[in-house]
């Protein structure tokens, strides 16, 4: 009998709910984890007396109790609902281009409607019929996507098959006409990793609908508290974890799983491994193009890494009232065109927009009492970075650092009298901590070639398995989704086997 039924590699999201689902279901399952805390991206850490977020900041598809969406459904049949404390917040996002555009947009249909109807008069019915549009086009997309309809068809779903893949400024052409009205409109483009012309509509829609629909949330000690109530019921639920012990190796005998190596050169046998690393890393790294058929590799082809982060975290000592800051998620821009954005993040230059964070808005017991804490945060490929010469690493850090700060100070200009930490995380950070290519957050780019609705979930390997950000799409609630789908598809095929 092998040592476990499953190896999880990496206890991100996915990772930690699909070791959870396996153990509930009885699998005998190891999860290895390199860094010492679980979470993957959702984790936080200590600088004084501040414990910042790392990266969650508005999460999706909560709802209500009486409403409730797809992951506090999922979280409540995990049996995680009443160990963590969820707090909604009110808006969607207050957007500010000095000079240009300063709007804030409730999370509630008929109020964002309304401001936008009041801000360009001319375009009232317009804005009127693309919301129209886009509930209808989420309506078919829960059916086709979520709800998996086998009856699905171009007759039946006739938006979703027709808008889906298009890019979504194509399909905003086709409703709107200021530019600046769709900038607005599209703001959350940074959340997804490509700019309006690029993105997919269906991802873009369906991202704004959910927000809408079943609001932002954040957790009550952030997304460490999640990750931690995660991990206390997989090790009740019998569980074992290892901190500090990367996965070195998965070694396969005749097309099928045999174990895992640890990097402290342990030999670990199992007849599955699910592996919330990179797909690439997993491939290359860890089973060896050696072992593998050659055409493992076409699922690669053409796909290329996605961006990851930079964020300036801030300790302040004050409420945020005192700085002007009334509402969690500001963005905050130098100018309206999404592109301008979007080719900064591959380069050095200063960030051209940025999203700021204020957690104590919607939680003020968030931070200490009279303190708070914001994130600044932008989207960067890692590409600049790897070839910056290391001498050249902390000027570079701290004066984007200082850029994102100079920019924000244009809508809070109080933030700076009133700073007391500054931390800064860049994608190299990222590549450290998460031990992903290039440090992305959100896998793969999602161009609409490579979109999930076409991921190949074939293994080359039998007993291999994938979940997160590589083989869905980047964010909480869709990584912690696909961690639940691989831990139940073992589950399946281990009581095939043993049947
Ligand atoms: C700054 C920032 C802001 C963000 N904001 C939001 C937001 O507001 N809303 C939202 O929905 N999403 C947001 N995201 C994205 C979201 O956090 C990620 O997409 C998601 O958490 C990724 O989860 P994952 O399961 O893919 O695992 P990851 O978080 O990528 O974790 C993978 C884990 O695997 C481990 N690992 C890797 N290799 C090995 C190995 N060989 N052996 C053992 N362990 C290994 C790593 O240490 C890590 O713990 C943000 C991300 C960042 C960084």
Redesign the pocket.
């Given at each position: 009998m092998p040592d476990y039924d499953v190896v999880v590699?990496?206890?991100?999201?996915?990772?930690?709910t699909s070791a959870l689902t396996l153990a509930k279901g009885g699998a005998r399952v190891l999860l290895?984890?390199?860094?010492n805390i679980?979470?993957?991206?959702?984790?936080s850490f200590i600088r004084g007396r501040f414990e910042f977020e790392?990266?969650?900041?508005?999460?999706?598809g909560i709802g209500s109790e009486q409403k409730p969406g797809p992951l506090r459904m999922l979280l409540g049949e995990l049996g995680i609902l009443d160990q963590i404390e969820l707090v909604e917040m009110k808006d969607l996002y207050r957007l500010v281009i000095p000079g240009k555009i300063d709007l804030t947009l409730k999370a509630e249909r008929g109020a964002v409607v309304e401001t936008l109807k009041a801000r360009f008069p001319k375009e009232g019915p317009s804005i009127e019929r693309f919301f129209d549009f886009l509930y209808q086009f989420a309506a078919e997309m829960v059916g086709v996507a979520f709800a998996r309809d086998p009856a699905a068809s171009r007759g039946k779903y006739p938006l979703f098959f027709k808008y889906a893949l298009k890019p979504t400024r194509q399909v905003l052409d086709e409703y709107l006409k200021d530019p600046l009205l769709m900038s607005i409109i599209t703001t959350y483009w940074s959340?997804l990793g490509l700019p309006p012309s690029l993105l997919p509509f269906a991802d873009f829609a369906v991202l704004l609908w959910a927000y809408i629909e079943f609001k932002p949330y954040h957790i009550k000690g952030g997304?460490q508290a999640l990750s931690n109530a995660l991990l206390d019921s997989f090790l009740q639920a019998g569980g074992t974890i290892r901190f500090d012990?990367?996965?070195?190796k998965i070694s396969t005998s005749g097309g099928k799983i045999k174990g895992v190596w640890t990097?402290d050169g342990e030999e670990i046998s199992c007849g599955y491994v699910l592996?919330?690393?990179?797909t690439l890393?997993t491939y290359t790294?860890?089973i060896g193009a050696e072992n593998l058929p050659k055409q493992s590799f076409q699922t690669f082809a053409g796909k290329t890494l996605g961006p990851?982060?930079f964020?300036v975290f801030l300790g302040f000592d004050c409420e945020p009232g005192d700085m002007g800051i009334t509402e969690t998620t500001n963005f905050i821009s130098r100018q309206s065109d999404p592109e301008v954005s979007f080719a900064c993040w591959r380069t050095l230059d200063p960030p051209d927009g940025v999203a700021l964070?204020c957690y104590d808005v919607s939680d003020p017991d968030f931070s200490p009492p009279g303190a708070c804490q914001a994130?600044l945060?932008t989207?960067q490929y890692a590409e600049p970075w790897l070839s910056l010469p290391p001498s050249r690493y902390t000027e570079v850090k701290y004066r984007i650092a200082q850029d994102m700060i100079d920019l924000a100070g244009k809508v809070f200009p109080r933030i700076t009298q009133h700073l007391e930490e500054v931390e800064v995380?860049t994608p190299l950070t990222?590549m450290r901590?998460?031990?992903?290519p290039g440090g992305a957050?959100?896998?793969f780019d999602q161009y609409a070639k490579d979109s999930y609705f076409f991921e190949d979930r074939r293994s080359p390997v039998q007993g291999l398995y994938f979940?997160?950000?590589?083989v869905?799409p980047?964010?909480?609630?869709?990584?912690?989704q696909?961690?639940v789908s691989a831990g139940r598809a073992i589950l399946k095929s281990m009581n095939k086997r043993n049947a």
């Open positions: 590699i990496g206890a991100g999201n996915a990772g930690l290895l984890e390199r860094h679980p979470g993957g991206c959702a984790t790392v990266s969650l900041h508005q999460l999706s959340y997304s012990c990367a996965a070195r990097e592996s919330n690393a990179s890393l790294d860890l990851s982060g964020t964070s994130a945060v989207l995380g990222h901590y998460l031990g992903h957050i959100y896998g979940a997160g950000s590589w869905a980047g964010g909480y609630q869709t990584t912690l696909s961690g």
